[in-house]
């Protein structure tokens, strides 16, 4: 599994390394210098009549670029020595004829609403809920043409429309400018001296809208593909830190002959063992979609929808199909066959492990085959039982996650440190995966039973750490205070799993009481 992507793009843990001297930052729309130089008067009637024509000129619809899923096998490659070592090393692994892998991934489609369960052996790690009616909320990856609404000196931001029901929000950091456009370069220059209102920018979600909240924007620019991500307008490389020391060295010379000039390139985990071959046709297929992007940005008006992400489940597979999963359970027909056409395309050698479970012929539900269905209902629950009967809370506030770990009924054997101790190591295993599954994000508070010996809860730090290692969302964990509180932050891309798969309660609002109206009389 993956580390943490950008923007959803899946650029892993990565290790920059610069391609050249240019600025990563450089802008592609130098609109910003043009708008600070005073327009002569003839031109300023000029610029007027133009305005004037561009708003009685109807906008042609167009349809966003996305991702093409691909129907066909890849070409096949030249089998020679070296190839089929490379093949041999993605190639998924089998036990008398059966596939062998330590994860399992199973798509469930009712009507509009796709879900996609990850499983560890029997246990669910992660559940994705998508609805086709989500086009207002699940943005993250979209890239747009929006138009700046308003510039909050005060705040460092501007509010960008994009054409959703809320204002996205873009911040001074996530500026791309260009130092030429400026009169006077100035590090600190400030967010009105590079955006002013009504100026057209390109912009992509790198945060869903949230509650209250709008999207967040950045002019940071990638697109992800299998194996790589294109960063337009960067001029920097990066590789997986995820991958062996031999085989980073190996795709960095590559990446000097596929990367386009004038382009950043961040090659994924999943490159492991692909060939020049195979990453200069993915990196190619990424230009030829920036390359549209920029012909719809010039033609259409904001604000616009430039580019989409791929449904759910594609997205899914592309992020994180590898030949660590031995399947891909599907129980729709026609997604079957887009996804079976998708991976025969990106991965031919963990084609057949693209499957269809007809729900019909089984005369069961593919999530009742898997046991996903009564581990979806525990997700709802407020405490999680441990093994030992131990037992953690979870309270979810607007600011902040907390989680009580108790003893409950775990009683134990020997003497009560040790019996806290395996408490707490149990507790911080089922944590990680609940924050995986549940995707909790932003402060995270964890009281943990107060333990006596120092060995004990830097045990507890240690095996928490190494659990959250797994999870490929970025975390950042601080040290066990003497109150024993666990204080750590988690990336927070989306709204959580329980905000997907229920509803505001009518009666009470989602405070979880109703006043009695005999009081209040």
């Not at 199973?106 to 879900?115: F, I, L, N, P, R």
């Not at 791929?310 to 599907?330: D, G, K, L, M, Q």
């Not at 024993?484 to 309660?505: D, F, K, P, W, Y």
Request: charged letters at 30%; a neutral charge.
């Amino acid at each position: 599994m993956e580390d943490t992507n950008p923007v959803g793009s899946g650029t892993d843990g990565v290790a920059n390394e610069s391609k050249s001297a240019q600025n990563p930052r450089t802008s592609s729309r130098r609109s910003n210098s043009r708008s600070r130089q005073a327009p002569k008067s003839g031109d300023a009637t000029v610029a007027n009549t133009r305005r004037s024509q561009s708003r009685r000129r109807p906008a042609k619809p167009q349809a966003p670029v996305e991702m093409e899923v691909q129907g066909q096998v890849a070409e096949s490659l030249d089998a020679g020595a070296k190839i089929k070592r490379r093949f041999a090393q993605r190639a998924p692994r089998e036990r008398h004829g059966r596939p062998v892998g330590r994860y399992q991934m199973v798509v469930h489609v009712a009507g509009d609403v796709t879900q996609v369960a990850i499983l560890e052996g029997r246990t669910l790690i992660q559940h994705f809920v998508s609805r086709a009616s989500d086009s207002q909320s699940n943005i993250s990856g979209n890239i747009y043409l929006g138009r700046v609404a308003n510039v909050l000196p005060g705040m460092e931001a501007a509010f960008v429309d994009i054409g959703t029901n809320k204002n996205a929000v873009l911040y001074r950091g996530d500026v791309r400018y260009d130092r030429e456009d400026l009169e006077s370069f100035d590090r600190n220059v400030r967010i009105e001296q590079l955006l002013r209102p009504k100026q057209v920018v390109i912009c992509q979600v790198v945060k869903n809208p949230i509650a209250q909240k709008g999207a967040r924007l950045t002019q940071e620019v990638s697109l992800p593909g299998r194996f790589a991500v294109l960063l337009p307008g960067g001029g920097s490389f990066g590789i997986s830190k995820r991958l062996p020391d031999d085989e980073r060295r190996r795709l960095r010379r590559i990446l000097d002959d596929v990367a386009p000039e004038g382009f950043g390139v961040i090659l994924r985990t999943a490159a492991e063992g692909s060939t020049k071959e195979e990453l200069k046709r993915d990196v190619d297929s990424l230009m030829e979609s920036w390359k549209k992007i920029e012909e719809m940005a010039k033609s259409a008006h904001a604000p616009a929808l430039l580019y989409r992400e791929p449904p759910s489940a594609v997205r899914v597979i592309r992020e994180e199909f590898n030949r660590e999963f031995r399947s891909v359970t599907i129980d729709d027909m026609s997604l079957y066959q887009e996804i079976a056409g998708y991976v025969s395309a990106i991965s031919p050698e963990l084609a057949d492990r693209v499957e269809y479970f007809d729900s019909a012929a089984e005369k069961l539900a593919i999530f009742d085959q898997f046991h996903v269905r009564e581990q979806l209902q525990k997700v709802l629950e407020h405490k999680v039982w441990l093994p030992s009967g131990g037992s953690i809370v979870i309270d979810r506030t607007e600011a902040l996650t907390v989680i009580d770990v108790n003893t409950s009924r775990n009683v134990g054997t020997v003497s009560l440190e040790e019996t806290i101790h395996k408490n707490n190591l149990e507790a911080v295993e089922e944590i990680a995966r609940q924050l995986r599954l549940r995707d909790i994000g932003g402060i995270i508070v964890i009281d943990v039973v107060d333990m006596i010996e120092a060995q004990n809860r830097e045990d507890v730090m240690r095996a928490f750490r190494a659990a959250l290692a797994r999870d490929k969302t970025k975390t950042h964990v601080y040290e066990m205070s003497q109150l024993g509180l666990v204080q750590m932050t988690r990336h927070r891309i989306a709204e959580g799993l329980v905000e997907a798969l229920s509803e505001i309660c009518p009666s009470c609002g989602g405070s979880g009481y109703v006043i009695d109206p005999m009081i209040t009389q």
